[in-house]
């Protein structure tokens, strides 16, 4: 893991990107939003008191999916009309990224997927059915939500706050999907639900009272 | 960074309420959405720092939860708290019917519902995987895991109240329909969100009195009343297991039958013709001679060959032990008629009759035979004919009609039980 140390064009904090695939991070004193061009680190924008969240899950919770672990690297908290949900930036043994989202403690775990055919927007609407990867997949939400705040290192520059459309699908077997219209071309997201128990975390939030 | 802000426990807070001034603690930390004031019944948004009301209440009647908001326990293995309460309705054939839905929060799972009908209890949890069927929620039979599903009943359902908070918004008056799928104890169940979301959740029955203990609550759960989709029937697997015990008794009854088929010998003990005239006495009696039956007691039989002929007779026999004088005694009408009517020709009775005297003794016996018939009527030739060990089967049938009541009248009550449970629902 190569950690490149730099300051925050903002307040002249040190900031460490632990995570060399990582694009963005968040001034931890200042909530800048910075941006790496490799050396040096520009300020693109500033986010505000995260909104109360209470996700169990924090930055450099560890955890397990399938025979790997990984560390939570940064998030994503999105609203919608409804609520909210996080997506949590999870860097996998070997360097890979991923995603763990969390729906009020619904988890699911999903990785960007190239060269697959994916649908418009209008043609992914409620119940229709795409396979992918020989796995039929069955659309179960069609979300219209926009970024609430970033937090950590993330692998991409992104801070734009209009809606933008996200559809999930899942399968029979608990496959799990996601195609995010934020982007001109959208972005497919495939892994699987997961729960609690299998995740094994480590270094969770702890809860008073609980 | 996370170790800066992680570390301490996340702290429980509480919100004042704009409209009346109560406070009301939020008990599920920065998942709440929606509190409801616990004073005035305002929907409250928690999300936002100055909170503000988003629905007043305005329902006359105030709905009281059976579980009150704070109770804590371990729900099927898991511990959780009771953050929120709605009650909502669905209106079918001009009915309302209404149930009531516990929150249910633990920081660190999904939030499940408990829910209430009629003293019918489900814990309910959303499923991450599909159910087998077609892409939205309809009338087929569905698979999940291991069980079929049956479709039970498709309604709009409606919140009518809601009381403690949320983590997704709710108002009185919002509409989602749902459609119900069961497999005692389980139920399957889609809720379909207009053109947004279709929600699956797995539902397990569990009685009242379970959840008092697992809550520790005080005082008695409500009498369930009726028949709940998913209630378990109470006759379980006992009528399969019953008819599992009844073929393993009939296949043994059977076997039995059989044995006792091909082992009885059929000898003939005594055979012997006589002549009753009944125009010479209405009655007559005559004792045969003495012969012998020997073996192990066995079924004796009697059979009496008339020559009867639109005419009747009565026999009496008496088989009696010739060293012991004990008795078997048993009469027999016998009448045969025939005649042509209506262009169709028809008779009735039989000129012969057999009847069997079960587990007779060995020994030396002798008939003796009375006769009785009209005076009017013409001599009667009859052959009277004793078998020693007949096979009898009337024994097998009886008690292969008394193997097969008790799983006849298990399976009918329990089919009973799951037509109370059918009537309820879209296919009653």
Known sequence: ?210 | MAEAHGRRPVSVRSVNCPNCGAATAVRTFGHAVNVVCQSCGSILDAANPGVTILQRFTEAVREEPLIPLGTRGKLLDIECEVVGFQVRQIVVDGVAYRWREYLLFNPYREFRYLTEYAGHWNVVSTISALPDGGPTPDESTRSYGEREYRHFQTADATTTFVLGEFPWQVRVGDTTTGSDYVAPPFMLSAEVDADKEVTWSLGRYVRGDEIWSSLSLSGAPPDPIGVFANQPSPFGDAPRAMWRTASRLAALAALLWIVHLASARGTQAFAQAYTFEPNAAAETSLVTPVFELDGRPTAVEIETTTSLDNQWMFVGYALVNDETGQAFEVGRDVSYYRGYEDGESWTEGSPSDTVELPSVPRGRYFLRIETEGERTAVPVRYRVRVVRDVSSSLRFLVALVLIAIPPILASWRAAMFEGRRWQESDHG
Request: overall charge negative.
């Open chain 1, 1 to 210: 893991m190569t950690s490149r140390a730099a300051s925050c064009p903002n307040c002249g904090a040190p900031l460490v990107y632990r995570w060399s695939s990582s694009v963005q991070t968040v001034c931890e004193y200042c909530h800048s939003i910075v941006v790496r061009t490799d050396v040096d680190v520009k300020k693109v924008g500033q986010v505000a008191d995260l909104p109360d969240d209470a996700s169990p899950i924090q930055l450099s919770t560890e955890g397990r999916y399938g025979d790997k672990g990984f560390v939570v690297a940064g998030r994503i908290i999105y609203q919608y009309e409804q609520g909210g949900w996080n997506e949590w930036r999870i860097v996998l043994d070997g360097g890979a990224d991923g995603w763990l989202s969390d729906a009020q403690n619904a988890f699911a775990v999903s990785f960007l997927t190239s060269g697959l055919k994916i649908p418009t927007q209008a043609q992914a609407a409620l119940g229709r059915r795409f396979v992918w990867n020989d796995t039929p997949f069955t659309v179960v939400s069609r979300t219209l939500a926009h970024y609430a705040g970033v937090e950590g290192e993330l692998p991409f520059e992104y801070w734009d706050k209009t809606d933008v459309t996200f559809v999930d699908l899942r399968s029979a077997g608990a496959d799990f999907a996601t195609i995010d219209y934020s982007d001109e071309a959208p972005a497919l997201y495939i892994g699987k639900a997961v729960d609690f128990d299998t995740l094994r975390l480590r270094n969770v939030r702890t809860f008073e009272g609980w």
